[in-house]
């Protein structure tokens, strides 16, 4: 299993200190937010982006996906808008391709609308980028958070779109706050995850972060669904990557995540230590 952090948690910091943590705390990968208010985001031009994929080259860190903010079972209000979520999914896959990431996030921001009709637009959607993922080698991956809080949620997004390009991202404080057991998410996600995003929170009305372990998120179980090895195949790209999203961005009162970063890498090795053997 590897490790990687979200630049969530350490909002507007440059790539070189970013590299720099990551080496550190022993973290193999970093989750790029991408947003203008990072230092990637879809606006680079070519020579930049090749700077960035050089410098995580350089430090032997792992460029493991882009966090985007598209919303893919959202109502759109005519074509125009259809036109721009498209653009957005393909400028958020040919950066990920560009900066070597397997990886991309996206939201389902369904709202109110009626499940079975945001659904559906949201496999059409995932459906129409999938080839272009698949020839730039990137898996689009829809995270269980908002609408679809659940992996059941999910599933019924991914399920029709039948795409090895089109994944879940499995966020484990979202699925818990839906009351879904974590032997349920990971049945119903397994054959589409790509990593999980693990954090820690007080409660359901506290969602600031916490160091991992000091909350009431209930990792431990999350880990054991993974049995011996990672889920997916064994060894394979498929769901070995747990990576800590730490909201600092939203929550400017919580810590400073730098301190926390070594002693959370440890503390998910023990629980993937401690996992029962089949």
């Not at 929170?201 to 990672?230: F, H, I, Y």
């Amino acid at each position: 299993m590897r490790f990687a952090f979200s630049t969530l948690g350490v909002p507007g910091m440059p790539l070189p200190d970013v590299l720099r943590l990551a080496n550190d705390a022993g973290y193999q990968g970093v989750e790029l937010r991408a947003h203008p208010e990072e230092p990637v985001h879809p606006l680079l031009g070519m020579r930049e982006r090749a700077a960035v994929r050089e410098q995580f080259a350089d430090a032997g860190v792992q460029v493991l996906a882009l966090a985007g903010y598209e919303q893919v079972a959202a109502a759109a209000q005519g074509e125009a808008d259809e036109e721009k979520l498209a653009n957005e999914l393909t400028e958020l896959v040919l950066l990920a391709a560009d900066l070597g990431a397997p990886f991309v996030r996206v939201f389902p921001g369904a709202g109110d609308r009626p499940a079975a009709e945001a659904e559906a637009d949201a496999a059409r959607r995932l459906g129409a980028v999938a080839p272009l993922a698949a020839d730039r080698g990137v898996r689009v991956l829809l995270e269980t958070h908002d609408s679809h809080r659940t992996g059941a949620d999910a599933a019924r997004i991914l399920g029709p779109v039948g795409h090895g390009s089109i994944g879940a991202l499995w966020d484990v404080l979202h699925s818990w706050l839906g009351g879904e057991d974590p032997v349920d998410t990971h049945a119903a996600l397994a054959p589409h995850l790509g990593y999980i995003q693990v954090k820690d929170v007080a409660s359901a009305d506290d969602t600031t972060p916490l160091p991992l372990g000091a909350g009431r998120l209930p990792l431990e179980s999350v880990l054991a669904t993974l049995g011996e090895g990672p889920a997916g195949a064994d060894g394979q790209e498929t769901g070995s990557w747990l990576c800590w999203e730490y909201e600092k961005r939203w929550y400017p009162e919580a810590q400073d995540l730098a301190p926390l970063l070594a002693p959370g890498r440890a503390h998910l090795q023990r629980l993937l230590d401690a996992r029962p053997v089949s």
